[in-house]
């Protein structure tokens, strides 16, 4: 080991893995080196020496090569690969769940070309975060960057499996689309991965039977280099395109994926934004009839901090029980597993499903989305007004170099009117005995960035905005 060489391998592992995932740019800290430590290291930490693992990549230059690498350290270490290529995120929780089988996906979801990135799950689609094993791989991996990865005993072997079809089958058997009426939409891939699978689960390009839909793609085309947009629907810069084209060809909505295809994004006929609250609020609504119907008493529901008040309103009203929960996608793979609910939704369009192995899956939701809308006449901007009755901002960020000060400033300016909870960054609520019309916002640091996150929400638009605009004075000041 040559001087300095621990410094530098743990100091590159620290650069690429975060709370829930390993990200960063392609060739700094993470190289094909990294890589294959983190296949051998992976291996070890899941206890899969004999056993298998699932390996997927999404349409990014450096996926394949990673994967690749990756595969080498894991036989390394003894287990066999099972090479499943290019595909979705919630396809590769497929082929996890399907198989029983811990897996690793290849993919930096949205963020811009020059990332990547791995998305880790143990056998049944089970989440991994620096809390239940991620820091242990983390480690794990340093050792075998300064020391050389040794040989298991046996090595592993690599053979490839396509699971596409099985995977839109599966979708198919838990939403039933044959009946609904015909509908036209738009759908913008993003030039992510979302152009393999929505031909497959919407169309018949994996074999199933046509359904009454017309899709009229945009950027069907993969191509990790994201010419047309970053595909991040969460930024409404780039949703212009699908709303643009949904008016234009008439459709009756419009959907939108995110680089890796497990977020999905609605918009209605008039290319008006559907808030993720009011798309999880519906399936939620959907999931609770289905469960009660079949005889399930005792139905929870997940829902995180962020999401509009109408979400716990709509779980409580069709019968069932809201959970609050902290932001993050392993934290509520966590979470359903631990409650046994039906349905799990997130302000970010992550949306969780038990019959999915407690895994998000977006193309799910937009199955449900389908569904609700197929099965009646008025306009999707109708429906969707019935589950928006309150005005939400949407996630604002700001660039905050001292995020206790701009905490101390919010606490400060809203003592005496509000109530504070600490359940994820600050939660400020206003005093239900005071406050006509209500009103709450919460701020977050980011995991990963100098920035604080605010997302407001009122009764009222103008209740909404005044929050808003006072909470970015004093964060911003």
């Known amino acids: 080991m040559t001087p300095g060489a621990s410094a530098d391998a743990r100091s590159r592992l620290d650069s690429v893995v975060k709370a829930y995932d390993v990200r960063g740019i392609v060739g700094e800290g993470l190289t094909v080196e990294t890589v294959e430590a983190l296949g051998a290291a992976f291996v070890d930490e899941v206890g899969a020496a004999g056993g298998r693992i699932v390996v997927g ?30 595909c ?57 960057l300064e020391q050389g990865i040794a040989d298991a005993a046996a090595r592993g072997t690599v053979s490839s499996v396509d ?35 929505v031909p497959a689960v919407l169309g018949d390009a994996a074999g199933l039977p046509a359904l009454p839909l017309e899709i009229v793609p945009l950027y069907f085309e993969l191509d990790g280099t994201f010419p047309n947009h970053e595909a991040n629907p969460l930024e409404p810069a780039n949703l212009v395109d699908l709303q643009r084209a949904v008016v234009e060809h008439g459709a009756d909505l419009g959907l939108a994926f995110d680089g890796d295809a497990d977020r999905c994004f609605v918009v209605d006929e008039l290319g008006g934004a559907v808030t993720p609250s009011a798309v999880a609020a519906i399936v939620a609504v959907r999931e609770i009839d289905r469960v009660r119907a079949a005889g399930e008493e005792d139905v929870a529901v997940i829902h995180n901090l962020i ?32 409650t046994g609910a039906v349905f799990g939704g997130e ?21 449900h989305v389908l569904a609700e809308y197929g099965a009646q006449h008025g306009p999707l901007s109708e429906l969707a007004a019935r589950f928006t009755p309150y005005a939400l901002s949407g996630e604002i960020n700001s660039t905050v170099d001292d995020v206790p000060a701009a905490y101390t400033r919010i ?6 009117r509000a109530e504070f909870d600490e359940l994820d960054g600050l939660t400020v609520t206003g005093e239900t ?45």
């Open 57 to 86: 990549h999404d349409m990014r230059d450096s996926s394949p090569g990673f994967a690749e690498a990756f595969s080498r350290g894991a036989t390394r270490r003894g287990a066999d690969v099972v090479a499943i290529g290019l």
């Open 88 to 144: 979705s995120t919630d396809e590769s929780y497929f082929a996890s769940g399907s198989m029983g089988a811990p897996a690793a996906m290849f993919t930096a979801s949205h963020n811009p070309a020059a990332y990547n990135g791995i998305k880790f799950s143990r056998a049944g689609a089970q989440g991994i975060s620096l809390d239940t094993g991620l820091s242990a791989i983390r480690d794990r991996a340093v050792d075998h």
């Open 163 to 197: 699971v596409l079809a099985d995977y839109a089958a599966y979708l198919r058997s838990l939403v039933d689309l044959s009946e609904v009426r015909p509908l036209k939409i738009v759908v913008d891939a993003g030039n992510g991965m979302g152009g393999l699978t």
């Open 307 to 338: 999401t509009s008040r109408y979400v716990p309103e709509a779980i409580e009203a069709a019968g069932a029980e809201p959970v609050r929960t902290r932001v993050g996608h392993s934290l509520i793979k966590d979470r359903m597993r631990e």
């Open 347 to 367: 302000h970010s369009a992550h949306y969780y499903f038990r019959d999915f192995w407690g895994a998000d899956n977006g193309m799910l939701a937009a199955m």
């Open 411 to 416: 606490v400060e300016a809203f003592t005496g």
């Open 433 to 477: 005995s005071r406050t006509e019309p209500f009103w709450w916002f919460n701020v977050r640091p980011s995991n990963t960035e100098p920035l604080l996150r605010l997302n407001v929400e009122g009764a009222d638009a103008a209740t909404m905005a005044a929050i808003r605009d006072e909470v970015l004075a004093l964060i911003r000041s």
